[in-house]
């Protein structure tokens, strides 16, 4: 099933659930990545499902930023996928707290929109 590709958020359009054991995730990303579905999972085990988010445009104070957003996820160590085979990042997720990664500088940018 085809996922619908989403247009830029606006301020304010983003909330967030965080607990003693849940944290979530925002991934930046380069431009390139705009409408593209990144994976991650718990990083160490190749087995682990995947969880996917969007990457979207979004408005920041020095204009436009594009970032991926992971709510509600275990604390933990997590793979951040940058295709099916291959780790871009890992990062680790504290309960309570809002974590943030940024997509390498200069690693290849793969995958297809989400509405391919």
């Known amino acids: 099933m085809d996922e619908p590709r989403y247009g830029p958020t606006g301020a304010g359009t983003v909330l ?3 607990g003693a054991d849940v944290g979530a995730l925002i991934l930046h990303a380069p431009a390139e990545l705009n409408g593209r579905e990144v994976e991650i999972s718990r990083a160490g085990e190749p087995a682990a499902p995947r969880a996917h988010a969007q990457v979207r ?4 104070g020095r204009g436009a930023g594009y970032s991926a957003l992971y709510p509600g996820l275990a604390a933990g160590t997590y793979a951040v ?3 099916e085979a291959a780790v871009a990042a890992t990062v680790t997720v504290t309960g309570g707290q809002i974590a ?3 997509w390498p500088a200069g690693d290849q940018v793969v995958g ?3 509405d391919r």
């Open 100 to 102: 943030s990664c940024s």
């Open 57 to 60: 445009e979004r408005p920041t």
């Open 81 to 83: 996928w940058r295709d």
């Open 16 to 18: 967030l659930e965080l």
């Open 112 to 114: 297809q929109p989400a």
